[in-house]
């Protein structure tokens, strides 16, 4: 079944900790929840919109893979509407401010999993500071092209705050766990980053912050990928 996803979910699904009761949070179609009961690496899954159309669908897909006793859809803004403990919490497909904003809402409901996986659309390094300051864990991270795309994947345990590396503001926008083990994927995104910004240093007042700023960006995109 796993391999019916897209190739970002394929890479949350490979996250997810075998045995884990997973909340899939934005689950638009419940592929993911479906895919993980349906290979039994998770006992159950709570797949849960906001929205009611996607959640139609998605009952209707989980009761043709036979899986409606285990996957279970929640209506429900957020972790709002979910009652029961989860080992596995996922959110992805949103931008990381409605992803922190998520998290802070149902914060007691989050520190009681034992493991957070997102993957947000924008502001990552946003949502990567977000966690180290209120005590989580960098565990793993991945990143993957998918249609053309690129997108990473945090993985995070609730407690400890380690695995962030120096803090510093290019660590924290490109992934702490992607630098550390030069991510070949990361390095291809680089590469095109460095190319990006190169042309636009060449028409900027090199006596300015920003140009220093983004020099200094490009200095180290360059440097990771050679």
Same mark, same amino acid.
């Given at each position: 079944?796993?391999?019916?996803?897209?190739?970002?979910?394929?890479?949350?699904?490979?996250?997810?900790? #075998?045995? *884990?009761? !997973?909340?899939?949070?934005?689950?638009?179609?419940?592929?993911? &929840? $479906?895919?993980?009961? =349906?290979?039994?690496?998770?006992?159950?899954?709570?797949?849960?919109?906001?929205?009611?159309?996607?959640?139609?669908?998605?009952?209707?897909?989980?009761?043709?893979?036979?899986?409606?006793?285990?996957?279970?859809?929640?209506?429900?803004?957020?972790?709002?509407?979910?009652?029961?403990? #989860?080992? *596995?919490? !996922?959110?992805?497909?949103?931008?990381?401010?409605?992803?922190? &904003? $998520?998290?802070?809402? =149902?914060?007691?409901?989050?520190?009681?999993?034992?493991?957070?996986?997102l993957s947000p659309q924008s502001d990552a390094a946003k949502v990567r500071i977000w966690l180290r300051d209120h005590d989580f864990s960098l565990a793993e991270e991945k990143a993957v092209i998918d249609a053309g795309k690129y997108y990473e994947i945090i993985k995070v345990v609730p407690y400890g705050a380690d695995g962030w590396g120096d803090g510093k503001a290019f660590t924290m926008k490109y992934g702490p766990y992607l630098l550390k083990h030069h991510d070949p994927v990361l390095a291809v995104h680089l590469k095109k980053r460095e190319q990006v910004l190169a042309s636009i240093l060449n028409g900027m007042d090199k006596s300015s912050s920003r140009y220093v700023e983004l020099k200094g960006e490009e200095d180290k995109c360059r440097s990771f990928v050679k």
């Open positions: 079944m796993k391999n019916k996803l897209s190739d970002r979910l394929s890479a949350v699904y490979d996250l997810v900790t #075998v045995g *884990s009761v !997973v909340a899939d949070v934005g689950c638009d179609h419940a592929f993911l &929840s $479906i895919a993980l009961v =349906s290979d039994g690496r998770s006992p159950e899954a709570y797949a849960m919109d906001i929205n009611k159309g996607p959640l139609e669908k998605a009952a209707a897909n989980i009761e043709a893979a036979g899986l409606s006793e285990q996957v279970h859809t929640i209506l429900s803004d957020g972790l709002t509407g979910l009652e029961k403990s #989860v080992d *596995s919490i !996922v959110i992805c497909g949103m931008g990381g401010s409605l992803i922190i &904003s $998520i998290l802070e809402t =149902s914060i007691d409901k989050v520190r009681n999993a034992r493991e957070i996986i």
